[in-house]
């Protein structure tokens, strides 16, 4: 897969009022030379701000720009500083010469990671959940049977009167993944049935571990995913 570092030289270089006229000409041309692709990545259009009637913000982690990888085409661009808005389901980025948050098309993307090693890619085939949208979601097990975190972000109305009207509210679910099917887990017993198990077949199992789903969701759908996978019957597929 082919790789190409991102703009954010370029980013640096045009937030500097150091710079000279003969230098932005060197960059430029570094710029286009880098980037054979980058109208593939613009065409999103300019990114619309959050109206600032709202309590907190809409993005992953925190609203300031992260430098990350993203992958479009087959082709990995490095250090492309980047956001995630939860609440839109779309990533930004930054325009080095019209200074612009730009949004990336969300088709044209495959998948993008931040520098903690966060991940998320597109699936396709979960329209009738509410929160799918453009498809983004975090994996935190890239396996046969993946486990998928779903990052989203939604808006409650603020009923004290003030300035802001309404408030971003910060939630996730999580998924197991086989073969474009998706099975969303809120409940143990759906993380242990849909897996083929019995109850009585995994307790054991997790009691040794000290593991329990209501104290740590996220390594007990794990867990039981790797436990899946140990077994030497092949999995044929959720049971439903």
Do not use: C
Not at 147 to 174: A, C, F, W
């Amino acid at each position: 897969m082919l790789k190409i570092t991102f703009f954010v030289p370029f980013l640096l270089f045009f937030v500097s009022a150091s710079q000279t006229f003969g230098q932005t000409e060197t960059y430029l041309s570094l710029y286009k030379d880098q980037l054979p692709y980058f109208q593939e990545l613009i065409t999103g259009g300019q990114f619309k701000e959050p109206p600032l009637s709202h309590e907190g913000d809409p993005y992953y982690l925190d609203r300031k720009f992260g430098e990350g990888n993203l992958s479009i085409n087959r082709i990995t661009y490095t250090e492309v500083p980047l956001l995630y808005d939860q609440y839109a389901d779309v990533v930004v980025t930054f325009h080095p010469i019209y200074r612009q948050k730009i949004l990336i098309k969300p088709e044209k993307i495959e998948e993008f990671d931040f520098v903690d090693g966060i991940l998320f890619r597109t699936f396709s085939g979960n329209s009738s959940y509410a929160h799918h949208k453009n498809g983004f979601y975090r994996v935190v097990k890239d396996g046969e049977v993946k486990v998928l975190k779903k990052h989203y972000k939604y808006l409650e109305p603020v009923r004290e009167v003030g300035k802001y009207t309404h408030r971003y509210v910060e939630n996730s679910d999580y998924f197991y993944w086989y073969k474009g099917e998706f099975v969303l887990i809120r409940k143990k017993k759906q993380a242990i049935q849909s897996l083929g198990f019995k109850k009585r077949d995994v307790k054991k199992h997790f009691r040794e571990k000290k593991l329990y789903f209501s104290m740590d969701r996220e390594k007990y759908i794990l867990e039981l995913a790797f436990l899946r996978e140990s077994k030497s019957d092949t999995f044929e597929g959720f049971v439903k």
